[in-house]
C-alpha cells in the first residue's frame, strides 16, 4: 500500500503557503449577459457591455480585480479570501486606502471593468474558474500551490479520473514508444490522460490517447490564447474540441521560465498518478515526480527513466511505483485507482471520488 506523503518543502518558483483550502460559502453561478442597445438607429450597432452582476459574478470579478494587482502573491490573496470569506470584503477593505495600489479607484469601477473582461473571455470560449466555485477542480484545492483562477477550453469535468504521463522534450524513440504505449494502455482503461503539451513525450501521450479514443487534458504553461509549442496549435485546438485545455495563466500570458514548473505542480495536483517515461536530471517531469510526492500522489516510473541517477534514487520513497512492461503498468494503474480518496490525499473532499 502506498503512504501518502506531504513534506513542507515547496518548488522555490511557486508560492509557498502551507494550507489546505476549503471553499468558501459563497453562492456561486455563471448568471451574465451582454445587451446591446436597441433604439432607433442603433439596430446591429456594438454598444457598450451590461453585465448582470449576481453574488457569484461579484465574487469572480473582485478575485479577478485583486489579481491584476502588480506583484501581487497569487496564493497570499486567496488565502486573504478564505479567511474572510469574500473577495469583494478583501477588495473593500484594500481599495481606497492611502497605502494601497487602488487609491483612486472605487470597488464598483473595478468590479465592473473586472466583470466586462470576464464576459470577454466567456464570448471567446473560455471557461473562467475561480477556486471557490463550483466548477473548480476539487482535487486542486487539496495543494498548496493552488492558483486562485484557472482558465479553460472543453470539456472541464468534476470527477476526472486522471493519470499524468510527463517527461523530456528531447526525447528517444524508446522514450516515444513507451509514452504511446502508457497513454494507450491507460486510455483503453477509461483513464483520462493529462500531460502538458510540450514537445517530446507530452505531445506522444496526447496524440496516443485521442488515437486509442480516450480522454486527454493538457495543463499548459502560457496563457489559453497562445500557442507553445507553436507545431502544437492543431492538436491544442483538438484538444480544446474532444477533451479540455487547462491554464492557470491570463489568458494572453506568453511563456516564461516560471510558468513551466508551476504548470507541473498543477498537472500533479489535477491527476490522482504520475508516470514519468523519460526525464534529465534538471527536467521538468523531475520536478513534477517530486511535488507528486508532496501532494500524496503516487508515481510511477518506467525502465527507461530508471536509466537516470536520480530516478533510481527516487525509487526508495514510499509512493513510487517501477513498472517493466505494459502488464505491470496495468498492475500499479489499476492498484493505484482503487485506492479511496483518503488514500489520495483528499480526505478533505468527499464530493471528489474515483469512479
Same mark, same amino acid.
Given at each position: 500500500?502506498?503512504?501518502?506523503?506531504?513534506?513542507?518543502?515547496?518548488?522555490?518558483?511557486?508560492?509557498?503557503?502551507?494550507?489546505?483550502?476549503?471553499?468558501?460559502?459563497?453562492?456561486?453561478?455563471?448568471? &451574465?449577459?451582454?445587451?446591446?442597445?436597441?433604439?432607433?438607429?442603433?439596430?446591429? +450597432?456594438?454598444?457598450?457591455?451590461?453585465?448582470?452582476?449576481?453574488?457569484?459574478?461579484?465574487?469572480?470579478?473582485?478575485?479577478?480585480?485583486?489579481?491584476? +494587482?502588480?506583484?501581487?502573491?497569487?496564493?497570499?490573496?486567496?488565502?486573504?479570501?478564505?479567511?474572510?470569506?469574500?473577495?469583494?470584503?478583501?477588495?473593500?477593505?484594500?481599495?481606497? &486606502?492611502?497605502?494601497?495600489?487602488?487609491?483612486?479607484?472605487?470597488?464598483?469601477?473595478?468590479?465592473?471593468?473586472?466583470?466586462?473582461?470576464?464576459?470577454?473571455? #466567456?464570448?471567446?470560449?473560455?471557461?473562467?474558474?475561480?477556486?471557490?466555485?463550483?466548477?473548480?477542480?476539487? #482535487?486542486?484545492?487539496?495543494?498548496r500551490e493552488m492558483p486562485p483562477l484557472l482558465f479553460s477550453r472543453g470539456d472541464l469535468r468534476l470527477h476526472d479520473r486522471a493519470v499524468a504521463v510527463v517527461g523530456s522534450r528531447r526525447a528517444s524513440a524508446d522514450g516515444l514508444r513507451i509514452a504511446r504505449a502508457v497513454a494507450t494502455t491507460l486510455a483503453g482503461r477509461g483513464v483520462t490522460v493529462v500531460s502538458g503539451l510540450a514537445s517530446g513525450i507530452d505531445t506522444a501521450a496526447h496524440s496516443a490517447a485521442l488515437e486509442a479514443g480516450g480522454r486527454t487534458v493538457a495543463v499548459i504553461g502560457t496563457g489559453i490564447r497562445?500557442?507553445?509549442?507553436?507545431?502544437?496549435?492543431?492538436?491544442?485546438?483538438?484538444?480544446?474540441?474532444?477533451?479540455?485545455?487547462i491554464s492557470q495563466f491570463w489568458p494572453d500570458a506568453p511563456p516564461s521560465r516560471q510558468s513551466f514548473p508551476m504548470r507541473n505542480a498543477v498537472m500533479s495536483g489535477y491527476a490522482v498518478a504520475t508516470v514519468v517515461v523519460e526525464a534529465g536530471e534538471t527536467s521538468g517531469a523531475r520536478i513534477q515526480a517530486r511535488l507528486a510526492l508532496q501532494h500524496g500522489r503516487p508515481v510511477v516510473l518506467t525502465s527507461q527513466v530508471m536509466r537516470c541517477d536520480w530516478a533510481r534514487a527516487f525509487a526508495e520513497n514510499p509512493g513510487v511505483y517501477v513498472v517493466h512492461g505494459t502488464a505491470q503498468l496495468l498492475e500499479a494503474v489499476d492498484d493505484i485507482l482503487s485506492y479511496q480518496p483518503t488514500e489520495a490525499g483528499l480526505e478533505n473532499f468527499p464530493d471528489f471520488a474515483l469512479r
Open positions: 500500500m502506498i503512504r501518502s506523503i506531504v513534506t513542507a518543502d515547496s518548488l522555490a518558483l511557486t508560492p509557498d503557503i502551507g494550507r489546505t483550502y476549503v471553499r468558501p460559502m459563497i453562492p456561486v453561478g455563471n448568471s &451574465h449577459q451582454r445587451q446591446r442597445p436597441g433604439g432607433p438607429g442603433q439596430e446591429g +450597432r456594438p454598444g457598450p457591455t451590461i453585465v448582470r452582476m449576481d453574488t457569484a459574478m461579484t465574487e469572480r470579478a473582485a478575485l479577478v480585480a485583486l489579481l491584476r +494587482r502588480p506583484r501581487v502573491n497569487w496564493s497570499e490573496t486567496a488565502l486573504d479570501i478564505q479567511d474572510n470569506g469574500s473577495a469583494k470584503a478583501v477588495l473593500d477593505r484594500t481599495v481606497g &486606502h492611502s497605502d494601497t495600489l487602488f487609491p483612486d479607484d472605487s470597488t464598483t469601477d473595478l468590479i465592473d471593468a473586472a466583470a466586462t473582461e470576464i464576459v470577454g473571455w #466567456q464570448a471567446d470560449g473560455i471557461g473562467v474558474h475561480a477556486f471557490f466555485d463550483a466548477t473548480y477542480p476539487a #482535487q486542486l484545492l487539496g495543494i497562445r500557442y507553445y509549442p507553436p507545431d502544437n496549435r492543431r492538436l491544442q485546438d483538438h484538444i480544446a474540441d474532444v477533451g479540455l485545455l
